[in-house]
């Protein structure tokens, strides 16, 4: 649907260039939320710029639906924007529109008929839950209430896509769900393709299918969300991962010397990550019966990604260094992932 | 009737000459404002679009149009007369009377009115401005539902403050032969040391003011939502 093929955007500023983004290629598939997750300045809000030429790459393609944007005339590149809804993290509601003008707007400078509009415009109002605030005007709502205006005026135009730039970081956490489930629900029920830019890996894991990590201006890392939380490979994919889970705590603890981490000579704390492939016989009952192994649970947490769950333990294992070694060949054998985390040491 | 007499004596006597000279100032008032709107807007809409940050960049337009205003701005008001007369005279076939006071209110007008006008519009958020490019708005279509609907409180203020300023302006003009309360000041209240007319047409002078400021908030009121 969108194909960024080596997109590079340098600013020139007076303490000279920065490269916002350097040589960006990603495919964003019809019908997918794709996340596009990283820090502060990482260059996310240029990168999807760049996708509806608010702007314009320095090098580089922006294939939308077959065209290259960045050889579209003016009017076949206004055209080609109405199909690309945006929101923004700011929501840049017109002050002066009252809800149902600033929705209705984009259709009526394209002279649509009256009825017409009013029937487009009720049944957003509908989908944002807004329609008895339809005369008030934008000053007068919250944040999330703008932002599902704003949602419903980038649907005015049945696009093929919907752009998102930090939509929810402006909001409270309970107002984010709501939006997230929102955008979800557009994309299931009218299909529309989802780009959503956060540096909130909750967001990603919430609603999105795919997620490219950029970290200065590059992506360092790009996969399908399941394949990404369970066998993340970069330093930055990992750290983000873990600010979305309590999962990595424990590494906290461990340098606090905190007293549940103080392991006794034949214990290791371990670390064990499974799939649903892998749940399927009892684990740790049978290598407590197979080798006289105990497992104490620290930790346990469960993720939902796509409807795939994966599955965290941190527990302490308690047994003679040879019955723990088998136990952990065992879990391997099943697919479960394993990492020693620490071992007790003797004194 | 006997004490105003003997309070505003000359005000009294000359009585038949204020409502002449209040309609005058209202008339060069009514007429610099509308039309130093008419050319200001435009211009500071072409400052706004033309600017590199601009949604129609456009250095040489910009370049000139900027450094034109602030020219303008910069001459003061009583050297505008004098330099504007050759075409005053050329326009109107005259350099008495309301008609030669027009060019130069309005040459001296329009550059405030582009800058208030420009800075109304420049205090709609970016990205608003940036919401409707993506909405696949055209050019054109962002100055007429963004830059000149958006603000229009600001652009009331901008304008109430210019029009206070064309009070004073006018008053200078009377001074050169254009007539209106500043000439009346001028003539009777100065020359004659009549200064009961002078204080009269102070008063009056604030009284418009007023007026000015209080239609001008209640319409910055009525247009804030
Ligand atoms: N118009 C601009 N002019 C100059 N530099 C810019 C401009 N826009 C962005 N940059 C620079 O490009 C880099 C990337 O910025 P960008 O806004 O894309 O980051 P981001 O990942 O969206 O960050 P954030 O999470 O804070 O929004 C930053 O170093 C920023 O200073
Ligand atoms: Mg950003």
């Known amino acids: 649907m969108i194909q960024l ?26 019908g997918m939320i794709y996340g596009i997750i990283g820090f502060s300045g990482a260059g996310k809000s240029t990168l999807v710029r760049c996708m509806n030429l608010l702007e314009r790459p320095d090098e580089g393609k922006v294939i939308f639906d077959g065209q290259d944007l960045t050889q579209a005339s003016p009017v076949e590149l206004r055209k080609s924007r109405k199909k690309i809804g945006m929101i923004f993290q700011h929501f840049n509601l017109l002050p002066a529109l009252t809800i149902y003008e600033n929705i209705a707007l984009s259709l009526r400078m394209e002279k649509t008929p009256k009825d017409e509009i009013d029937a487009k415009v009720m049944n957003l109002l509908e989908l944002i839950d807004l329609v008895e605030r339809k005369d008030s005007y934008p000053s007068q709502l919250s944040g999330g209430q703008k932002q599902r205006v704003s949602i419903a005026r980038a649907l005015v135009n049945d696009p093929k896509v919907l752009l998102c730039d930090e939509a929810t970081s402006a909001l409270d956490p309970q107002t984010t769900q709501t939006i997230l489930k929102l955008i979800k629900r557009i994309n299931k029920e009218r299909g529309i393709t989802v780009v959503m830019i956060t540096h909130e890996m909750f967001v990603v894991k919430e609603i999105c299918d795919r997620v490219a990590i950029m970290d200065a201006g590059r992506v360092v890392e790009e996969g399908d969300i399941v394949d990404i939380f369970s066998h993340p490979q970069e330093k930055m994919t990992k750290e983000f991962i873990s600010t979305a889970s309590n999962a990595n705590k424990i590494d906290e603890l461990i340098e606090q010397q905190h007293p549940i981490t103080q392991l006794k000579e034949n214990e290791q704390l371990v670390r064990l990550q499974y799939d649903q492939t892998n749940t399927s016989h009892p684990m740790i009952s049978e290598i407590s019966r197979k080798f006289n192994v105990d497992c104490s649970i620290i930790y346990g947490n469960i993720e939902i990604l796509q409807e795939s769950p994966i599955g965290t333990l941190i ?19 099943d697919g479960i992932r394993v990492e020693v985390i620490k071992r007790g040491h003797i004194d | 009737m006997d004490t105003l ?8 006597e000359y009585s038949n000459l ?16 509308v039309i130093s709107l008419l050319i200001g807007l435009p211009l500071a809409i072409i400052v706004v679009v033309t600017k590199p940050e601009g949604i129609c960049p456009n250095k040489t337009i910009f370049f000139i149009l900027d450094k034109f205003i602030n020219l303008f701005r910069a001459i003061p008001f009583v050297i505008l007369i004098p330099m504007l007369s050759d075409p005053t005279r050329w326009i109107f076939h005259t350099t008495i009377g309301i008609k030669m006071a027009f060019v130069p209110l309005i040459v001296g007008t329009v550059p405030f009115v582009a800058r208030q006008m420009e800075s109304a519009m420049e205090e709609i958020p970016e990205g608003i401005v940036e919401a409707s490019i993506s909405m696949g708005m055209s050019p054109w279509q962002i100055v007429r539902h963004v830059y000149l609907k958006q603000n229009i409180p600001g652009m009331i203020r901008g304008m109430t403050i210019v029009l206070i300023a064309v009070i004073g302006q006018i008053a200078i003009v009377g001074t050169v032969g254009a007539g209106g309360l500043g000439d009346l000041a001028i003539r009777f209240g100065w020359q004659r040391r009549m200064n009961d007319i002078t204080y009269v047409v102070l008063f009056l002078l604030l009284v418009i003011i007023s007026i000015i400021q209080m239609v001008g908030d209640w319409l910055v009121k009525k247009t804030t939502h």
Request: with cysteine.
């Open chain 2, 18 to 33: 204020f409502p002449q000279a209040i309609v005058d100032t209202l008339i060069m008032l009514f007429v610099t404002g």
């Open chain 1, 315 to 333: 527990c302490v294992l308690k047994g003679s260094d040879d019955d723990i070694r088998n136990s952990i060949a065992c879990f391997k054998q």
């Open chain 2, 5 to 12: 007499t003997n309070w505003i004596p000359n005000v009294i």
């Open chain 1, 5 to 30: 093929e080596h997109v590079t955007k340098t600013f020139k500023t007076k303490d000279g260039d920065v490269q916002a983004v350097k040589d960006v290629s990603i495919h964003v598939k019809e």
